[in-house]
């Protein structure tokens, strides 16, 4: 035993001396280089090489690069970290050094087809062993077992556009050969990421596949073929049998013929396991039995796919989406493969209410053409509980049934330009629930489908027993799978004699309107106790979202009610984009005149959007607009125009957002009055006009301009039987009140006024009588409901001075000595110059905190 023993260590020593003899570490990169460049058709550089002795024998080899054909120099063809060579210990004996078993940790491959469709890999295939050299070379390739991790390739098609990266790629087996050369192989691989982009049918591309494969196989000399005696591929949980063959492998066009065959599929398992990228795309559970007998069988290269033959089956399908019933039931299918087409036949399936069958066809090559026809019936209210409710506040479809047949013909990579063909078809469909009070009807539609478009015409809809009828149509219908996407275009009509929102909705409290609310929000007041959000909300007032089309609504109705609002004879167009809705020159009765409007209000889900209003009032009465869209009611009445323009932004409650609004415009109040109020009555009893109630007026008008929360009026003209005033300041919309005034009071003020001036008064009266004319300068401050009134002496004796004077000297004239003093005199009691003596007196002997100004009395 001994002597065995010996005898193995001294043949162990002995092949050690051997294995150094023949490798000399020094030389070792230099001399594996040509060996590998030839064995692999490429220049091989290795950055070092080590030996390797105990406990057996190999060869290491460092950061071994394989360089590229010329036409692709820039990158290698590939780099490993390190190569592991394990020698076979016999041949070491004759001084040979024959590689049994390689590792490749790390390598990385990169596969290229340049513009003109050449490649980079389609030469490297292992030279054969006849050209290895003699058989006394000291170094031999004769590898019987691979081993590769951490891998990963790359491949990159500048024709087509298709990439493809595997990730984590391990490849282990068996490798023999023959003496005729045949290869012999025994391979277990695997992937662990994969993914690829595949245009035109998947040009954002799918990621996360794994794959595994296990195949036994035979390769002919210089691997020109590859014959699969037995192998199974799985993808993502689906495992299929392969077997076949491959030839021209060396050639950048391969011939497949290749088998593959699976029984019994669960189509929820696939669906589970694919990679997520994927799987977010389908929009529902889905499930059912996939049988699979396939043969691929043509020419595999640049531009070129081989034919795809055989069936594809699927029984007792279904869909579902998330935890509601199903969608599709007893769904069946074949799909026949024949040559570059899939054929679909079979294909029905129950859905809620009714069922559809269909048929088609799918180019399996690099256009990816289909058609399909589909063809059904079903009960509306239950297809539409499936597969969701009309979006009008928790309305949905009632009864009613849906028809439809429709042909369609494109290209997966290219569905945004699918041709349609056919129809869709309502049949006495009615819509209740949700805020309608009273259904919604269609008793007959159809929808014709003619290319990209869908037209409709005449399409009678009975809403809360009010019919409208609409036509129109809707272009680029799938312009949303366009890469780019694209919005679908409306064109479209709506005629009718009314459209009662309050019949169809329900009524409301008449008199809150959205102009009331609106006010409420600029004042920062509440409106009847409440807050204007509120308000808004139990109207359920909310600005859209992004719109699903864009195009054109021409509007055509006799009225439209919801009150407190009613527009009669409306005539308008209503443009539509994604962010924004335009209203285009509207025009509408209402308040007993005739208004227009044109604006813009964009959409989206932000806090404030921007809008823009154009409205134009003419002949309408002031009262009722007053009393639906301000905060002073029935205050003012009269025939009003009123031009008005307004921008600024909207909240998501379409509530203007204060300090942004501005606005300019103009009003013309004809033949009113004004009711009693606080501010009025104060001023009339501030001119000692006590006995008027109401201010009645020919005319009022005045340019106006909105900004920062104020109603700025530049230069307000009002004519009235009492007296003729001018305005000039500023109204907040809270009620803060900043105005100049200069009144021009009537005969029966002046007199009042003068009625204790003796001679001086007498002269001033004759003046007024004959047609002179004397103005109070006011100042106007504090809120509508608790004014303040003030004289401005300066201004009025500037406007008075002159008519005092001449008055006076006409008044010498006539023998009255004292005229002109006892004139100035009443002037400075009208101004308050004699007042600004006995203001502290009169302050004195006033009630704490009321001076004779805050009870809006004349100083003394």
Do not use: C
Not at 98 to 118: K, N, T, W, Y
Not at 222 to 227: K, P, S
Not at 577 to 589: H, I, K, N, Q, T
Request: glycine residues 12%.
């Amino acid at each position: 035993m001994a002597a065995l023993l010996a005898i193995a260590l001294v043949a162990y020593l002995a092949l050690i001396v051997v294995f150094r003899a023949i490798v000399d570490p020094a030389s070792l990169a230099d001399r594996a280089e040509p060996h590998i460049s030839s064995a692999l058709n490429r220049r091989v550089s290795i950055g070092s090489a080590d030996l390797q002795i105990f406990p057996r024998p190999q060869v290491r080899l460092l950061r071994l690069r394989i360089e590229n054909l010329p036409d692709f120099e820039g990158t290698p063809l590939a780099t490993v970290d390190e190569v592991l060579l394990r020698p076979r210990l016999l041949p070491l004996l004759r001084r040979r050094l024959e590689i049994d078993r390689v590792r490749a940790v790390g390598p990385r491959v990169l596969l290229q087809v340049d513009g003109e469709g050449r490649t980079n890999f389609g030469d490297f295939v292992p030279a054969s062993r006849e050209g290895q050299g003699s058989v006394d070379a000291p170094l031999a390739l004769e590898i019987s077992g691979i081993q590769l991790v951490d891998g990963r390739i790359g491949y990159r098609d500048a024709v087509s556009g298709r990439t493809l990266q595997a990730d984590g790629l391990r490849l282990e087996g068996a490798v023999g050969r023959d003496a005729g050369g045949t290869l012999s192989l025994d391979l277990d691989s695997g992937v662990e990421s994969l993914r690829f982009a595949y245009p035109p049918a998947w040009p954002r591309g799918l990621r996360g596949l794994r794959i595994e494969a296990v195949l036994k196989a035979v390769a002919g000399p210089e691997m020109r073929w590859i014959q699969i005696d037995e192998g199974a591929a799985t993808i993502n949980g689906l495992t299929v049998d392969v077997i076949g063959r491959v030839d021209s492998v060396r050639s950048p066009r391969r011939f497949l013929d290749l088998a593959l065959r699976g029984d019994e599929v669960d189509l929820s398992d696939l669906i589970s396991a694919l990679p997520d990228s994927l799987r977010a795309t389908v929009p529902a559970d889905l499930w059912g039995d996939l049988g699979v007998d396939v043969t691929i069988r043509g020419v595999l290269g640049p531009g070129e796919f081989p034919g795809v033959d055989g069936m594809v089956t699927l029984r007792s399908g279904g869909m579902r989406r998330g935890q509601e019933g199903p969608l599709l039931e007893e769904l069946d299918a074949d799909i026949r493969l024949s040559g570059a087409v899939a054929e679909f036949s079979g294909v029905r399936a129950r859905l809620p209410g009714g069922e559809i069958t269909g048929s088609g066809s799918l180019a399996m090559d690099t256009t990816l053409a289909f058609e399909a026809s589909v063809e059904g019936r079903a009960d509306a209210g239950e297809l539409a509980g499936a597969f969701g409710t009309v979006d009008l506040d928790g309305a949905s479809l009632s009864r009613g049934s849906v028809r439809w047949n429709v042909a369609a013909e494109g290209a997966l990579g290219r569905l945004a330009s699918t041709r349609l063909a056919g129809d869709l078809g309502l049949d006495a469909v009615e819509i209740t629930g949700g805020s309608l009070v009273r259904p919604v009807e269609v008793p007959s539609a159809v929808v014709r489908l003619e290319g990209t478009t869908a037209r409709w015409d005449g399409v009678r809809v009975v809403a809360a027993g009010d019919p409208v009828r609409t036509s129109g149509r809707i272009s680029d219908l799938l312009g949303r799978l366009a890469e780019a996407p694209r919005t679908p275009a409306l064109d479209a009509s709506i005629q009718g004699a009314a459209l009662d929102f309050d019949a169809l909705l329900g009524t409301s409290q008449q008199e809150i309107g959205y102009g009331r609310i609106a006010w409420a929000r600029l004042a920062d007041r509440l409106l009847q106790g409440r807050a204007p959000e509120e308000w808004a909300a139990e109207r359920e007032f909310r600005r859209p979202g992004l719109l699903p089309v864009t195009g054109r609504v021409t509007v055509q109705l006799d009225s439209v009610l919801r009150l407190p609002y009613r527009l009669d004879r409306v005539r308008g167009l209503l443009l539509l984009g994604p962010d924004r809705v335009v209203l285009e020159d509207f025009r509408f009765g209402t308040y007993g005149g005739t208004g227009s409007a044109r604006g813009t209000m964009r959409l989206g889900d932000v806090d404030a959007e921007p809008f823009r209003l154009e409205m134009s009032l003419k002949d309408v009465r002031a009262e009722q607009y007053l009393a639906q869209n301000t905060p002073l009611g029935t205050l003012v009445s009269g025939t009003l125009d009123l031009d008005l323009t307004l921008e600024g932004s909207l909240d998501r409650m379409v509530l203007p957002v204060t300090q942004a609004l501005a606005g300019v415009g103009r009003f013309d109040i004809r033949d009113g009055r004004i009711e009693p109020n606080p501010l009025t009555d104060g001023l009339l009893r501030f001119l000692r006009l006590d006995g008027a109630r109401n201010l009645r007026f020919t005319r009022w008008s005045a340019p106006l301009i909105i900004d920062r929360g104020l109603i700025v009026l530049d230069g307000s003209n009002f004519a009235g039987s009492e007296l003729v005033a001018q305005l000039q300041g500023a109204l907040g919309f809270g009620g803060s009140v900043d105005l100049g005034a200069l009144v021009r009071p009537d005969s029966t003020l002046a007199r009042a006024a003068t009625s204790a001036a003796g001679a001086a008064g007498e002269v001033i009266d004759r003046y007024v009588r004959a047609g002179g004319a004397l103005e109070l300068a006011l100042r106007l401050t504090g809120t509508a409901t608790n004014p303040r009134f003030q004289l401005d002496p300066d201004a009025m004796e500037r406007s008075t001075q002159s008519v005092i004077e001449g008055a006076a000297a006409k008044a010498r004239e006539s023998g009255e000595a004292k005229a002109k003093e006892r004139g100035l005199e009443v002037l400075r009691g009208l101004t308050g110059q004699k007042g600004r003596d006995s203001a502290a007196t009169a302050r004195d002997s006033a009630p704490a905190g009321k001076t004779p100004e805050a009870e809006g009395q004349l100083l003394p």
